[in-house]
């Protein structure tokens, strides 16, 4: 593996080894080989983060090699250099890249042109990394992903909804998007992802009918602060426990966060099933270092 830019590009086969390795890596922490010894690794991000930040950092040290973190405003990026020379200048120096930003075009340029592996960290289009954690918890928890029904209640067409109906193309699973008209999937999106087993609805009950996964993320993704008259629309779409009644006995609710409370979910929910949530963000790490290992492989 070279480079993760999307969960689109990822095979069946590459999914499921990345989340054996997660697996392997998190039982093994402490104890497990260090492939990037001896490197460099930059971390460029243009938008906020905790999680992804933090668990690249630690997972880059774990795996023994250097983790540089370059916000967009500690760079020239942030005067205007653009992400070509960017990658030019960073390919010479480091052995690979992490980007969050918000165009997936900068982050394939920034591939492209540096010679080196790019790790997509958030674009507007995609997630993987989140995806790759939330899938280890699904497996943790529920012992894997066939012949389970995933909903996601919320924006549907957002990096984390993209993201989920890749990860739903291809590996098979029964994924439900709930969301209002004027936020779904376009037509165009849809012929291309072509996925009989992605349905989308504005009916969040039904979504939520026999669930044995419940997922949800902010209706405003970063970069859309200014849009607010875009949340009147999510009312209905908000998981709370009268939704949950919907779902299948042991249902999980997964949220990758940072969650606004009494939005896309309540209080109430996310502490209910903070056990997993924050399983989920810890899966961060481990599903990262899988990536950084296969990469390291080649
Ligand atoms: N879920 C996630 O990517 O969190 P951060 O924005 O804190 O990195
Ligand atoms: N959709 C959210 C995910 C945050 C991890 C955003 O892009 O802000």
Redesign the pocket.
């Known amino acids: 593996m070279k480079h993760l830019l999307s969960i689109e590009e990822l095979n069946a086969t590459q999914i499921k080894s990345l989340i054996d390795d997660a697996v392997r890596l998190k039982a093994q922490r402490g104890s497990h080989e260090q492939p990037l010894t001896g490197q460099t690794w930059a971390m460029i991000f243009t ?1 906020s ?1 905790t ?2 930040r933090v668990s690249f950092e630690v997972g880059i040290r774990e795996l023994g090699g250097f983790p540089m973190f370059l916000s967009k405003n500690d760079i020239q990026l942030g005067r205007g250099e653009p992400i070509q020379d960017t990658a030019r200048v960073l390919g010479r120096m480091v052995h690979g890249c992490i980007i969050r930003t918000f165009a997936q075009s900068d982050v394939v340029n920034f591939a492209n042109l540096s010679g080196v592996p790019t790790i997509n960290a ?1 674009t ?1 289009d995609e ?1 993987p990394c ?1 995806i790759l954690a939330d899938l280890l918890t699904v497996r943790e928890l529920l012992g894997g992903w066939n012949g389970k029904k995933v909903a996601f209640i919320g ?1 549907g067409f ?3 909804t993209i993201s989920w109906m890749w990860a739903a193309k291809r590996l098979g699973f029964e994924l439900v998007v709930a969301c209002p008209a004027d936020y779904q999937p376009t037509a165009e999106f849809l012929k291309k992802l072509d996925a009989p087993n992605v349905t989308i609805t504005q009916d969040p009950v039904a979504a939520a009918r026999d669930a044995d996964v419940i997922n949800t ?2 209706w ?5 602060e200014d849009q607010q008259d875009k949340e009147h629309a999510f009312g209905p779409y908000q998981v709370n426990a009268a939704l949950l009644e919907n779902a299948a006995a042991g249902h999980l609710v997964l949220h ?3 969650a606004y409370r009494e939005k896309e979910i309540t209080e109430e929910v996310l502490e209910k099933h903070a056990s997993t949530i924050f399983q989920q963000a810890e899966n961060r790490l481990h599903a990262q270092k899988a990536v950084l290992v296969a990469i390291a492989k080649g």
Do not use: E, I, W
């Open positions: 938008k983060s999680r992804t958030l507007d997630h989140q924006d957002s990096n984390m993320d902010v405003l993704s970063m970069g859309q990758c966060l940072p």
